[in-house]
């Protein structure tokens, strides 16, 4: 097996085999070359991450939180100096070309762990004055945390969970994807050799029930759960019954504005990055390329073009550019929507099938003369179909970049700043991007509206997402009871 594991699962820092758990493999999705065999969490296993968690979690929070922090930039350390080996493992694992997860994957990661490793020792409560009395707050942490990730960026959502737990003194039981198994476990490796004691982060495998256990599980103070709406909805539903702290990281459908007055090579590229980056597998994607009339015909040409020119292949060669899709199943529900885009009269600009005869790859897909009501323009694909649209004006383009129950992300292409920022004002999408798209540096606070979501990753944002305020009122002189 060329990235077989030690063991299915690590807890309590030591790696953990079950083998009554049902076995399950993982996949190049390039070639459908086993990679690795693993098992499933029995319900002893789940047990047994939650115990380690809950156990280690107390004296954790105790800790300086500049203590912690050493802890985690020195995860962040071994990552960056692991890139290579990270990278081809999230490329034999998910597919991508190595070309992107060189530099956008285990580098992501380690840079959220030094971003809180840094924020940890700054968190501080407020002091309030009340006359005579007065009131302080303290910041604490919530326990343990669990964390279930989507296939996408396996390591990179593993990490943005996992910095902030650790950092601000809770435990982590992180469940990623069962298409993707394999980073998450690489990270607690790392994490462990750079000194974090046994049970604060814990990786077990397996699917939705595994999942849902850990939800509705009593000792779970938070989850954080990136995935698509159907499971998000589920899983806020069990989390609110224990009236847990949550985090959605949720799907979209989201809007790229390109106004007429735009540099429509720029406006070109982002579309093109916003699509077909990760094989168009990524939450905040501008699916609905809206692009002023006036320009349309320029940018479809530019589009065709530059398209006609990605490079597919090979995702451990330097020089391929996109890469298949995560499973044979991805592969064909985008192809069922490029089929129900034909049907619906939606014009086919370049792409529309499969590419190769073997693995997931489907060819970087473009559509024209979309109109708001076809499926392709309302349900979320997750591959690279781009759907272009055409406006007249800005208040029409608000209001059907608006006309979906997503509200992840959104951009806007315009040279006129005064009308970006008054376009971004009304847009209903948590993260927007003026002349740019898909950046998500961990400074900025990242999270959805909508049904896309509730709570931010990243940035001071996530402070609110993984501690709790505790007040404390002091009182400082007589009590005067009535009584
Ligand atoms: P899914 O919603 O299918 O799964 C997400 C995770 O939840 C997986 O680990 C899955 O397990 C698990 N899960 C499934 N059912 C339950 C349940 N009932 N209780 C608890 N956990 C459960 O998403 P995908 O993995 O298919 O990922 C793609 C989706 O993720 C897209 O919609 C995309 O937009 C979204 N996404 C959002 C991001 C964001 O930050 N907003 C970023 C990246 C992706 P398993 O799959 O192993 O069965």
Same mark, same amino acid.
């Given at each position: 097996?060329?990235? =077989?594991?030690?063991?299915?699962?690590?807890?309590?820092?030591?790696?953990?085999?079950?083998?009554?758990?049902?076995?399950?493999?993982?996949?190049?999705?390039?070639?459908?070359?086993?990679?690795?065999?693993?098992?499933?969490?029995?319900?002893t296993?789940?047990?047994?991450?939650?115990?380690?968690?809950?156990?280690?979690?107390?004296?954790?929070?105790?800790?300086?939180?500049?203590?912690?922090?050493?802890?985690?930039?020195? %995860?962040?350390?071994?990552?960056?100096?692991?890139? #290579?080996?990270?990278?081809? @493992?999230?490329?034999?694992?998910?597919?991508?070309?190595?070309?992107?997860?060189?530099?956008?994957?285990?580098?992501s990661?380690?840079?959220?762990?030094?971003?809180?490793?840094?924020?940890?020792?700054?968190?501080?409560? =407020?002091?309030?004055?009340?006359?005579?009395?007065?009131?302080?707050?303290?910041?604490?942490?919530?326990?343990?945390?669990?964390?279930?990730?989507?296939?996408?960026?396996?390591?990179?959502?593993?990490?943005w969970?996992?910095?902030?737990?650790?950092?601000?003194?809770?435990?982590?039981?992180?469940?990623p994807?069962?298409?993707?198994? *394999?980073?998450?476990l690489?990270?607690?490796?790392?994490? /462990?050799?750079?000194?974090?004691?046994?049970?604060?982060?814990n990786?077990? =495998?397996?699917?939705?029930?595994?999942?849902?256990?850990?939800?509705?599980?009593?000792?779970?103070?938070?989850?954080?759960?990136?995935?698509?709406?159907?499971?998000g909805? #589920?899983?806020?539903? /069990?989390?609110?019954?224990?009236?847990?702290?949550? /985090?959605?990281? @949720?799907?979209?459908?989201?809007?790229?504005?390109?106004?007429?007055?735009?540099? *429509?090579?720029?406006?070109?590229?982002?579309?093109?990055?916003?699509?077909?980056?990760?094989?168009?597998?990524?939450?905040?994607?501008?699916?609905?390329?809206?692009?002023?009339r006036?320009?349309?015909?320029?940018?479809?040409?530019?589009?065709?073009? #530059?398209?006609?020119?990605?490079?597919?292949?090979?995702?451990?060669d330097?020089?391929?550019?996109?890469?298949?899709?995560?499973?044979?199943?991805?592969?064909?529900?985008?192809?069922?929507?490029?089929? =129900?885009?034909?049907?619906?009269?939606?014009? @086919?600009?370049?792409g529309?099938?499969?590419?190769?005869?073997?693995?997931?790859?489907?060819?970087?897909?473009?559509?024209?003369?979309?109109?708001?009501?076809?499926?392709?323009?309302?349900?979320?694909?997750?591959?690279?179909?781009?759907?272009?649209?055409?406006?007249?004006?800005?208040?029409?383009?608000?209001?059907?970049?608006?006309? +979906?129950?997503?509200?992840?992300?959104?951009?806007?292409? +315009? #040279?006129?700043?005064?009308?970006?920022?008054?376009?971004?004002?009304?847009?209903?999408?948590?993260t927007?991007?003026?002349?740019?798209?898909?950046?998500?540096?961990?400074?900025?606070?990242?999270?959805?509206?909508?049904?896309?979501?509730?709570?931010?990753?990243?940035?001071?944002?996530?402070?609110?997402?993984? +501690?709790?305020?505790?007040?404390?009122?002091?009182?400082?002189?007589?009590?005067? %009871?009535?009584?």
């Amino acid at each position: 097996m060329r990235a =077989q594991p030690k063991a299915s699962h690590f807890i309590g820092g030591e790696w953990v085999e079950d083998r009554e758990g049902a076995a399950f493999e993982s996949l190049y999705p390039a070639t459908g070359e086993v990679i690795a065999h693993l098992h499933e969490a029995t319900p002893t296993v789940i047990d047994r991450a939650l115990e380690a968690a809950r156990e280690a979690q107390e004296d954790w929070a105790a800790r300086p939180p500049i203590e912690r922090g050493r802890v985690l930039h020195r %995860a962040a350390e071994i990552i960056r100096a692991r890139n #290579r080996e990270l990278s081809e @493992l999230e490329t034999l694992d998910t597919g991508k070309p190595l070309q992107e997860t060189l530099v956008a994957d285990a580098a992501s990661g380690a840079d959220a762990l030094e971003y809180f490793a840094g924020f940890a020792p700054t968190v501080t409560g =407020q002091t309030i004055p009340l006359g005579r009395d007065m009131a302080y707050t303290l910041r604490e942490p919530l326990g343990v945390c669990v964390g279930i990730g989507a296939w996408n960026y396996p390591i990179q959502i593993a990490c943005w969970k996992a910095a902030p737990a650790l950092a601000f003194g809770n435990a982590l039981v992180f469940k990623p994807s069962e298409m993707t198994p *394999l980073s998450a476990l690489a990270l607690a490796e790392i994490l /462990t050799e750079a000194g974090l004691p046994a049970g604060l982060f814990n990786v077990i =495998q397996g699917g939705g029930a595994c999942g849902a256990a850990l939800v509705s599980d009593p000792r779970v103070a938070k989850v954080s759960l990136t995935g698509s709406v159907p499971t998000g909805r #589920r899983v806020y539903a /069990t989390a609110g019954e224990g009236i847990k702290t949550v /985090t959605m990281e @949720l799907g979209g459908k989201s809007p790229l504005i390109v106004f007429e007055d735009a540099d *429509l090579d720029h406006a070109v590229g982002a579309a093109m990055l916003g699509n077909f980056y990760s094989s168009g597998q990524i939450c905040t994607n501008g699916t609905r390329v809206f692009v002023h009339r006036a320009v349309k015909a320029a940018f479809l040409e530019k589009l065709a073009a #530059r398209t006609g020119k990605i490079v597919l292949g090979d995702p451990l060669d330097a020089a391929t550019q996109m890469g298949p899709l995560v499973s044979d199943a991805q592969m064909a529900k985008v192809l069922g929507y490029i089929a =129900q885009g034909r049907k619906e009269g939606a014009r @086919l600009v370049c792409g529309g099938a499969r590419w190769g005869d073997t693995g997931c790859f489907v060819a970087p897909t473009v559509f024209a003369d979309v109109s708001d009501d076809m499926v392709i323009a309302r349900e979320e694909i997750f591959g690279p179909v781009m759907a272009v649209l055409d406006f007249e004006s800005e208040d029409e383009v608000v209001t059907r970049a608006n006309a +979906t129950e997503f509200g992840l992300a959104a951009g806007v292409f +315009t #040279r006129d700043l005064t009308r970006a920022h008054r376009v971004v004002a009304a847009l209903e999408a948590g993260t927007c991007w003026i002349n740019a798209y898909n950046l998500t540096p961990v400074e900025m606070p990242f999270g959805g509206v909508k049904a896309s979501g509730v709570g931010r990753e990243n940035g001071h944002a996530a402070l609110e997402y993984y +501690t709790r305020v505790k007040s404390v009122y002091l009182g400082l002189g007589d009590v005067d %009871a009535p009584y």
